[in-house]
């Protein structure tokens, strides 16, 4: 263990904003003439312009003298402060104004089917704001009318739901609730990086990520009160009301655990439009596009449906040329985010390394800390609560001695399920897939300080 008492080393936050409205443009047009590295090549650049100016956020402590933040009263504590509620919803510090969602340029044509990332390197605990949290939509997001809003269950045939119902928001609303913290990724999180180093921060390599309290409905209670033939109906379809009509299988028994809810609440409030409100479907543990926003309908049939969003997209190419299909399960993966890229050490000394770790098939049982690329691991406290499909924060303590470092981080789940590197992940599934990359994540710390993104081979 690093001694705690030892001088601690500074670091300077990841620019957030590593493109200009105006590159995102060129990075478009570049694009569209078919340039395969567009995305890396106007990262490294906006990167190499970035980092003088992060330098020049610090305020550091004088190293001898007196420190005039110490000597001189700032005006917040000799004079009155602003009133109570000058704004009815709370916002952030307009000093963390650069903690934001941001799109990757260049990942989609549209505005509207496209997706934005969390700031995870800025985020502490396992929750993400509201405001923060992921976005993947395929024809935008709507501010929809609770009070017109319906869902609606039926079955596949006469026999399969004994009682099809139209249930408004007040009658879900008003029957029993549960409330569980769980993780939502989508499938292509980290999918740029298949082939090699695309991105330079975390918030770009890992930010399809978010981890919420949510508030609804277990599936099963609604379908109860609708006689569903179990026996028979052994798979839903879930159908969205945007434009997109999103609709996707999920299979019986996840139901019938009673993890599958019927979500009207966010981390205390009801859910920002943005992440499907009203309503919105909640599947632990399965890759984002099966948590169907504005939820509109659910069916209940004998087989899966073989939607255009399984069996055509949402695909896992392999290195034979076939496809995968139905492969929702977001598996084992962990990531660190402080260091992580872009950032900056200033000084040798203590640093906590921590990340996240997060597994679809349960809880996180053991996260494994690496500083020389994997030749030598030390095994990392899991900060509580360790829940299951839910994000777990993790952090070990670590003297930097200056020299190059190679940061990684490799989860274990409680079924035995080991986070890959590289390697061992293209051996079986290739390099021109796009979803479900878990690999190990890697971070060098260079002589300078300076924090890049790299993959060993």
Not at 198 to 225: N, R, W
Not at 277 to 282: A, C, I, N, S, T
Request: charged fraction near 20%; glycine fraction near 10%.
């Amino acid at each position: 263990m690093a001694d705690l008492a030892s001088p601690s080393g500074r670091l300077i936050k990841a620019p957030e904003n590593f493109i200009s409205p105006q590159g995102i443009r060129t990075v478009f047009g570049e694009a569209r003439g078919g340039r395969r590295d567009f995305i890396r090549a106007a990262f490294a650049v906006a990167a190499a312009g970035g980092a003088a100016a992060v330098h020049a956020q610090a305020n550091p402590v004088p190293a001898a003298g007196a420190d005039p933040n110490i000597l001189n009263l700032p005006a917040h504590t000799t004079g009155l402060g602003q009133p109570v509620a000058t704004d009815g919803y709370g916002k952030p510090s307009k000093y963390e104004a650069n903690v934001q969602r941001r799109q990757s340029p260049g990942l989609t044509q549209t505005t509207q089917a496209s997706v934005s990332f969390a700031p995870l390197q800025s985020l502490f605990g396992i929750v993400t704001p509201s405001g923060l949290h992921f976005e993947r939509h395929h024809q935008g997001w709507w501010d929809v009318d609770p009070s017109r809003h319906r869902l609606m269950v039926n079955g596949s045939d006469e026999a399969m739901v004994k009682t099809p119902k139209v249930f408004t928001m007040d009658e879900l609303m008003r029957l029993p609730s549960v409330s569980r913290f769980h993780f939502i990724e989508c499938g292509a999180n980290t999918g740029m990086e298949w082939g090699n180093v695309a991105v330079p921060t975390c918030q770009y390599t890992h930010g399809m990520i978010s981890c919420s309290e949510f508030t609804g409905v277990p599936l099963k209670t609604v379908l109860d009160l609708c006689g569903v033939d179990y026996k028979r109906g052994r798979y839903v379809l879930a159908e969205g009301a945007d434009g997109s009509s999103m609709t996707r299988t999920i299979p019986m028994e996840m139901v019938e655990r009673g993890e599958v809810l019927l979500a009207y609440g966010q981390n205390g409030e009801m859910l920002r439009p943005e992440n499907g409100y009203p309503l919105r479907l909640v599947v632990p543990g399965v890759q984002g596009v099966s948590w169907v926003k504005y939820l509109r309908r659910i069916e209940v049939g004998d087989q899966p449906y073989g939607a255009k969003d399984e069996v055509l997209h949402y695909v896992d190419l392999m290195p034979d040329g076939r496809h995968r299909q139905y492969t929702s399960i977001q598996e084992c993966k962990s990531v660190v985010t402080t260091p992580s890229g872009g950032q900056v050490l200033l000084d040798r000394g203590y640093y906590n390394i921590s990340g996240l770790a997060w597994s679809g098939r349960g809880r996180i049982r053991r996260v494994d800390v690496s500083v020389d690329g994997g030749a030598h691991w030390r095994t990392a406290r899991l900060e509580t609560p360790v829940l299951s499909k839910c994000l777990t924060r993790f952090n070990i303590d670590w003297a930097w001695d200056g020299k190059p470092a190679l940061i990684q981080s490799r989860a274990t789940d409680d079924t035995g399920h080991v986070q890959p590197t590289y390697r061992q992940l293209r051996a079986v599934r290739g390099t021109r897939s796009i979803y479900h990359n878990n690999a190990v994540q890697t971070w060098l710390v260079q002589e300078s300080g300076e924090v890049k993104n790299v993959q060993l081979s």
